[in-house]
């Protein structure tokens, strides 16, 4: 089997990359266009394998995608621009590679004859929740840029499946963390602050609960979607570890052995969601489940940013 992995420069889909290559005797292209998050350096251990290839280029041009795509069993397509705070200040990024860029591949694929198509989305298309957990049949209520250019790709992919029967998946997992996540995120941005000397910026009053999945797990769960799920169909994936953000906060403090004056507490972040949660009983029927303890994984983490600063002190070196 051929897999072309879209953003697998990335985070998530750098690991799942690894995943499939560990797990199978697929081979891999991957197909990044290498902006500031995805990073050749992240795939180095890779280069030597010879069921892994790359190509570089943009899911916003027909043309590239075209080209490259051909000869592949199945599209896995991460690649997306993903951080909130990016999308509040620059939106048409967003809405640009995220709906335009998954209509190229969707149209692409579907005159290609790819067997399956999996199209990787996220739990903020639902909006927050105070209560109980989105199920894939509920409405969505994406709340920041970001998340309303995810749910318009996730339509966007889903309509192809209905109009022209792309065979179309989808998966919206939960926040995922784990090596190899770009260091303005949360997890890597606290983690790294701190290995500095840094401070530690918590938006708000910091209880704002999110899901926290190690990536591993999410791979794991995305894997088996796109083997043994149903065409047209929407999957859950998550862990069940929800936390307030101070708590995360508070479990990084302990982890690197710091006290709770390195917190600096921050204006709140635009619409700003309170609490995210997803009913996953839909992809553990299939016979996935997360395996890792979620303080087993948080130190994990933590212990990978303490030994890898040659890959994530240059990235922050260009954030300024």
Wanted: proline share 4%; with cysteine; aromatic share 10%.
């Amino acid at each position: 089997m051929r897999l072309f992995v879209t953003g697998g420069a990335g985070f998530i889909g750098s690991n799942y990359v690894r995943h499939v290559l560990a797990t199978s005797d697929d081979e891999v292209t991957v197909f990044d266009a290498l902006t500031y998050a995805g990073n050749l350096e992240t795939l180095q251990d890779l280069q030597d394998d010879p069921r892994f290839s790359f190509v570089k280029g943009d899911i916003t041009d027909r043309e590239a995608v075209g080209a490259a795509m051909p000869g592949h069993d199945m599209v896995v397509h991460f690649a997306a621009e993903s951080h909130v705070d990016r999308s509040i200040v620059d939106p048409d990024a967003f809405v640009k590679t995220n709906c335009d860029g998954t209509n190229v591949m969707c149209d692409i694929a579907r005159r290609v004859g790819v067997e399956r198509f999996l199209h990787i989305s996220t739990d903020e298309v639902y909006g927050s929740i105070d209560e109980g957990s989105f199920a894939e049949t509920d409405p969505l209520g994406p709340r920041s840029p970001y998340s309303a250019s995810k749910a318009g790709s996730d339509l966007i992919a889903l309509a192809y499946h209905d109009t022209y029967d792309l065979p179309v998946i989808v998966t919206r997992s939960s926040n995922n963390f784990g090596p190899w996540q770009y260091p303005e995120k949360v997890i890597p941005l606290f983690t790294t602050n701190l290995l500095d000397g840094k401070k530690v910026p918590l938006y708000g009053d910091g209880l704002n609960v999110r899901d926290w999945c190690f990536v591993e797990d999410n791979c794991a769960g995305v894997d088996t979607v796109l083997r043994k799920g149903s065409i047209g169909e929407i999957y859950n994936i998550g862990a069940g570890n929800e936390e307030p953000n101070r708590f995360l906060t508070d479990s990084i403090l302990e982890i690197l052995g710091v006290g709770e004056e390195m917190i600096e507490y921050v204006e709140d972040r635009l619409g700003h969601d309170r609490r995210y949660s997803i009913d996953c009983s839909k992809a553990r029927a299939l016979g996935w489940a997360p395996q890792r303890e979620f303080r087993e994984a948080l130190e994990a983490t933590v212990a990978w940013y303490r030994d890898n600063r040659w890959w994530w002190e240059p990235l922050k070196a260009k954030q300024g």
